[in-house]
């Protein structure tokens, strides 16, 4: 079974300043990963993924996430907050059955 | 490229009625599709599973008479809510996945059809 726990429903940082969103994992196999974004009544826009490659994984807009099996974490980070990341964002586990396992989100508030 | 294109996006119709939504992916093949249900502040519950020239595969409490899907192409898959009620009010997101290569594929969403029932 896999399962995965976004440790934050809400996160709220000025904008200039670095984000951190917490995604924690449970597979009973090397899972795939993702984070995707949704942006009020939109669906979800995949922003990376890992698969077994390179641990630090880049994504578009400037996101990055790090695959830590040790900690069986994948966080979601971005060195600066712009205005238009405002959204909800959601972390996805995948196993090798290709059977997708969403976390609850976290809602980012970027403030002026 | 992979985009999926969901229509209609926004559709206010009296109870009773049924209503189609497509799901068509756009520069991509995908043998499976997969339909989602998000009500307000809400991670999505996957409805069910389309696969290309078969039934699909509904997840567990949801009734395939009430939601009919039909995967009749590589390309499109429609979601069909039988006489609505306001309680199926909800957002409906589509995804497909390519078919390609080895490992995880990710799928690729849909804008949402946001459904009021009257």
């Known amino acids: 079974a896999q399962s995965v726990t976004q440790l934050d429903s809400h996160v709220s940082v000025s904008e200039g300043t670095p984000v951190l969103l917490r995604c924690n994992y449970s597979s009973s196999y090397s899972p795939s990963l993702f984070w995707y974004v949704q942006h009020p009544n939109k669906g979800l826009q995949l922003l990376l993924k890992y698969t077994s490659a390179a641990t630090l994984v880049k994504g578009i807009n400037g996101f990055e996430a790090e695959f830590k099996k040790s900690e069986t974490s994948f966080h979601l980070t971005k060195p600066s907050a712009h205005m238009s990341d405002a959204a909800e964002y959601f972390c996805?586990?995948?196993?090798?059955?290709?059977?997708?396992?969403f976390g609850a989100g976290t809602r980012l508030t970027v403030k002026p | 490229g992979a985009v999926v294109s969901q229509h209609p996006s926004w559709v206010i119709c009296k109870s009773g009625t049924s209503v189609k939504i497509e799901c068509r992916s756009l520069?991509?093949?995908?043998?499976?599709m997969f339909w989602y249900r998000q009500f307000p502040k809400q991670s999505l519950m996957l409805m069910a599973t389309?696969?290309?020239?078969?039934?699909?595969?509904?997840e567990q409490g949801v009734e395939k008479d009430k939601f009919l899907i039909n995967h009749a192409s590589l390309t499109l898959s429609t979601l069909t809510v039988t006489s609505a009620h306001p309680e199926d009010s909800s957002f409906y997101i589509c995804s497909a996945r390519e078919i390609k290569g080895s490992g995880n594929q990710p799928q690729h969403f849909g804008d949402g059809t946001r459904l009021s029932i009257l």
């Open positions: 520069d991509f093949q995908a043998t499976t």
């Open positions: 389309s696969n290309e020239g078969s039934k699909a595969t509904y």
């Open positions: 996805v586990v995948s196993d090798r059955n290709n059977d997708m396992r």
